[in-house]
C-alpha cells in the first residue's frame, strides 16, 4: 500500500445492509455503490429478477462473483464482523475468529432462505438462545467511534445488531468461496498485501453527515457515502493510514478478535 503513486484498489464498493426479513427478500434499505479511481460512486442496481431491489443472498453472491474477477476492489459493509470480547469469555468460546465465525453461523443460521433474525432470536429456528449477548457489552471500536451502537443493542431505531447477525453468516460465505482473493480486515492481518481484494467493517455517520445528499434516501446515501470515502482516501494515498489505527499493543490485541471499523482512528 505506497502512500503516493497509483491507487492501491480499481474498484471501491459501499454497501448499506439491512437484517429485515429473510435472505431472499427484496429489501429497500439494502443499497450498493461502486466507484473506480477515475469514475465517481453510482448505485449498482439487482439483475432484473423476481424482486425490484437487492436480497441479502443476491449481494453476497454478487460481491463473490465481483472479488473474482478484475482489479482488487476495497470493499465497506455496514455491520458488525465481530463481538465483544465479554461475549467469547461469557459463551467459553476461543479467541479466535475463524471459529466464532463457524460457530456463530452454527447458532445463528440466518442465512437460510425462509429464516429471519427475530425467528432464531426466538428460538424457534437454529440456537440463537444459547448464543445471546447482551446490550450493554461493546466492542473497543464502537466506543471509540462515537454514537456507535452495540451489536447486540436490538429493537431501536438505527440497530446495527439485526444487520450483524443476519450479515455475519454471508461473510463466513464470501470468505469459503473467494479465501484466496480476499482479505478481511484486520483478521487476517493489519496490512492487506498488494493486489488483494479487502473486505472491512465501515460506520457510515463517520462521513455522511458531511456529504451532500441530493435526491438520495438515507440508505442510498450511506451507501454512496462509503464508496466515495474509500475512493477519496485511496486516491490521497492516505488508506494505508487507516488500516495501521494507532492502538496500543494490548488494544491491538483486543481488537484482532473484536474487529475494528475502518476510518476509525
Same mark, same amino acid.
Given at each position: 500500500?505506497?502512500?503516493?503513486?497509483?491507487?492501491?484498489?480499481?474498484?471501491?464498493?459501499?454497501?448499506?445492509?439491512?437484517?429485515?426479513?429473510?435472505?431472499?427478500?427484496?429489501?429497500?434499505?439494502?443499497? $450498493?455503490?461502486?466507484?473506480?479511481?477515475?469514475?465517481?460512486?453510482?448505485?449498482?442496481?439487482?439483475?432484473?429478477?423476481?424482486?425490484?431491489?437487492?436480497?441479502?443472498?443476491? $449481494?453476497?453472491?454478487?460481491?463473490?462473483?465481483?472479488?473474482?474477477?478484475?482489479?482488487?476492489?476495497?470493499?465497506? !459493509?455496514?455491520?458488525?464482523?465481530?463481538?465483544?470480547?465479554?461475549?467469547?469469555?461469557?459463551?467459553?468460546?476461543?479467541?479466535?475468529?475463524?471459529?466464532?465465525?463457524?460457530?456463530?453461523?452454527?447458532?445463528?443460521?440466518?442465512? +437460510?432462505?425462509?429464516?429471519?433474525?427475530?425467528?432464531?432470536?426466538?428460538?424457534?429456528?437454529?440456537?440463537?438462545?444459547?448464543?445471546? +449477548?447482551?446490550?450493554?457489552?461493546?466492542?473497543?471500536?464502537?466506543?471509540?467511534?462515537?454514537?456507535?451502537?452495540? =451489536?447486540?443493542?436490538?429493537?431501536?431505531?438505527? *440497530? $446495527?445488531?439485526?444487520?450483524?447477525?443476519?450479515?455475519?453468516?454471508? %461473510?463466513?460465505?464470501?470468505?469459503?468461496?473467494? *479465501?484466496?482473493?480476499?482479505? !478481511?480486515?484486520?483478521?487476517?492481518?493489519?496490512?492487506?498485501?498488494?493486489?488483494?481484494? $479487502? !473486505?472491512?467493517?465501515?460506520?457510515?455517520?463517520?462521513?455522511?453527515?458531511?456529504?451532500?445528499?441530493?435526491?438520495?434516501?438515507?440508505?442510498?446515501?450511506?451507501?454512496?457515502? =462509503?464508496?466515495?470515502?474509500?475512493?477519496?482516501?485511496?486516491?490521497?494515498?492516505?488508506?494505508?493510514?487507516?488500516?495501521?489505527?494507532? %492502538?496500543?499493543?494490548?488494544?491491538?490485541?483486543?481488537?484482532?478478535?473484536? +474487529?475494528? !471499523? %475502518? +476510518? =476509525?482512528?
Amino acid at each position: 500500500m505506497n502512500r503516493a503513486g497509483a491507487p492501491a484498489f480499481g474498484r471501491y464498493i459501499g454497501i448499506d445492509y439491512s437484517g429485515a426479513k429473510t435472505p431472499t427478500s427484496g429489501l429497500p434499505g439494502l443499497r $450498493v455503490y461502486k466507484a473506480a479511481p477515475d469514475t465517481p460512486p453510482a448505485e449498482v442496481r439487482p439483475p432484473p429478477g423476481r424482486t425490484r431491489h437487492w436480497t441479502r443472498r443476491g $449481494v453476497a453472491e454478487w460481491l463473490a462473483a465481483r472479488l473474482a474477477e478484475g482489479a482488487p476492489a476495497l470493499v465497506g !459493509i455496514d455491520h458488525g464482523f465481530s463481538f465483544p470480547l465479554q461475549y467469547f469469555e461469557h459463551h467459553r468460546l476461543p479467541r479466535n475468529w475463524p471459529a466464532f465465525l463457524d460457530d456463530f453461523h452454527l447458532h445463528w443460521p440466518t442465512d +437460510g432462505d425462509r429464516t429471519t433474525v427475530d425467528l432464531v432470536r426466538s428460538g424457534t429456528l437454529g440456537r440463537g438462545p444459547e448464543r445471546l +449477548g447482551d446490550r450493554a457489552w461493546k466492542r473497543l471500536t464502537e466506543r471509540r467511534a462515537g454514537g456507535a451502537k452495540s =451489536v447486540f443493542h436490538f429493537d431501536v431505531q438505527g *440497530s $446495527v445488531a439485526k444487520s450483524t447477525h443476519a450479515g455475519l453468516p454471508w %461473510l463466513l460465505h464470501i470468505r469459503r468461496r473467494r *479465501s484466496d482473493r480476499v482479505h !478481511i480486515w484486520p483478521f487476517d492481518g493489519w496490512t492487506p498485501p498488494a493486489r488483494r481484494s $479487502v !473486505i472491512a467493517e465501515v460506520y457510515p455517520s463517520l462521513w455522511s453527515r458531511g456529504l451532500p445528499r441530493a435526491r438520495r434516501t438515507p440508505d442510498q446515501h450511506d451507501a454512496r457515502s =462509503v464508496a466515495h470515502w474509500l475512493r477519496q482516501t485511496d486516491l490521497e494515498g492516505r488508506i494505508a493510514e487507516y488500516f495501521a489505527p494507532a %492502538l496500543s499493543e494490548s488494544d491491538r490485541a483486543l481488537a484482532a478478535i473484536e +474487529g475494528w !471499523i %475502518l +476510518g =476509525v482512528r
